[in-house]
């Protein structure tokens, strides 16, 4: 039952998307929270801050294109979503806006699932916000990061910001000699290109591929059939959203309350 003590979260991205909204509800549910998670389409950073305050909105999910743009409208920034250069989350906190990123946590825990990240080597293809926050969760627990990108001046920045090594173009990870690898680029997101070619994936080697949808990428089965440990994005999504549910509401869901909505979610998408 929705009323007047129920807390609001919300999502904000240019297209709303249900999946956030299915693992925060679920979560809510299963916990018998009056929580309320409702996913907004908008391209106005400013005024969903401004709404967030006005009506007292409790924690706001934030994705493309709102992530660094919503950073100098907020009240703090903690220092590792200052660090990574983006803001995905953000806590009101008795009116007090605080910007966070739990996508570095995601992809920390969805590797975990299946292997030690401490003293492993990791080929990051890309550069962008997603490979921001890789590069620091990895170097955090521990992890040799080497980053590829079409645009170079993009990866030298990126390494220059948050460390690891910057190696070249995609068309440079030739002969990776690496223990993980990872796609943080947004090639093969709804379609069927991949990365790199298939025979540039090196067998037995963990391959993790960041694109949620579909859950099964072009380079997750490529990987697979060369015999590949690999990890879907939806593990790093399912992450990041249970931190944040942590911070919204104060309570811990099950993950597979979360994941089993999340699953359903993209089933009906
Ligand atoms: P950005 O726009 O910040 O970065 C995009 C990256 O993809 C850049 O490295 C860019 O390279 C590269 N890229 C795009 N098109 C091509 C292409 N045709 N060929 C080679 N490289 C290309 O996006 P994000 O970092 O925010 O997101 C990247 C992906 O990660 C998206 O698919 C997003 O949905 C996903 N994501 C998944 C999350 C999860 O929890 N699973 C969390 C966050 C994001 P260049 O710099 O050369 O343009």
Redesign the pocket.
């Known amino acids: 039952m929705v009323d007047r003590e129920t807390k609001l979260c919300i999502s904000i991205a240019t297209k709303a998307s249900n999946f956030g909204a299915s693992m925060h509800n679920a979560g809510y549910a299963s916990l018998d929270l009056n929580y309320v998670y409702l996913p907004v389409a908008t391209t106005d950073t400013h005024g969903a801050v401004v709404a967030m305050r006005a009506l007292n909105i409790r924690g706001m999910s934030v994705?493309?294109p709102h992530?660094q743009t919503i950073m100098p409208m907020l009240d703090e920034v903690d220092e590792i979503a200052r660090e990574i250069g983006a803001v995905?989350t953000v806590i009101n906190e008795d009116g007090r806006l605080v910007g966070r990123n739990y996508?570095w946590i995601?992809?920390v825990k969805a590797l975990e699932e299946v292997t030690t990240i401490k003293g492993k080597t990791v080929a990051l293809?890309?550069?962008?916000?997603?490979?921001?926050?890789i590069v620091y969760g990895l170097r955090k627990a521990g992890a040799l990061v080497d980053v590829y990108?079409?645009?170079q001046s993009?990866?030298r920045q990126l390494v220059e910001a948050l460390g690891g090594n910057f190696k070249g173009a995609?068309t440079d990870a030739r002969s990776l000699q690496c223990d993980v690898l990872i796609n943080?680029?947004?090639?093969g997101?709804q379609t069927k290109?991949m990365?790199l070619p298939p025979e540039c994936i090196p067998e037995q080697c963990i391959v993790m591929d960041?694109?949620?949808l579909p859950v099964q990428t072009e380079f997750i089965k490529a990987a697979k059939s060369k015999g590949c440990t690999t990890v879907a994005?939806?593990r790093?999504?399912v992450h990041?959203a249970s931190r944040q549910f942590e911070d919204y509401t104060g309570s811990k869901a099950s993950i597979e309350v979360m994941e089993k909505a999340l699953m359903k979610a993209i089933e009906n998408s």
């Open positions: 994705s493309v992530k995905n996508d995601g992809v293809l890309g550069a962008g916000g997603a490979a921001r926050a990108n079409r645009d993009r990866g995609l943080a680029t947004s090639v997101s290109e990365p960041i694109v949620p994005g939806v790093m999504l990041q």
